[in-house]
């Protein structure tokens, strides 16, 4: 299983400079499900400086595999490996619960 990155939504500034509408800020998620049905998920956000605009793209051009690359580029490699993690603790911890509830009545 890997999980899957996807972008909930864009935050942008109108106007910065002679740029229109600059992405700052992005909200993301990353979710995976086993054959099963468990799922995890990691939901965050991850904002973008805007000092150096040199490699801007137009908002209209973007497209989700630029900005998840941003977000996994801007997260580093372990932070991203450790969220992939977290999700699978999750499933498992779906699958074989290490806490269960209940009476035996």
Known sequence: MAATWKIVNLERLTQLGDHIDVVNNAHWEAIDQDP???????????????????????YEELTKDQVIAWVKEALGEDRVSE????????????ANPSVKNGTPW
């Open 36 to 58: 099963d049905g468990n799922s995890g998920r990691v939901y965050g956000s991850q904002h973008f400086s805007t000092d150096d605009l040199s490699s801007f793209t137009a």
């Open 83 to 94: 969220i992939e993690t977290d999700i699978q603790d999750q499933i498992a911890e779906l």
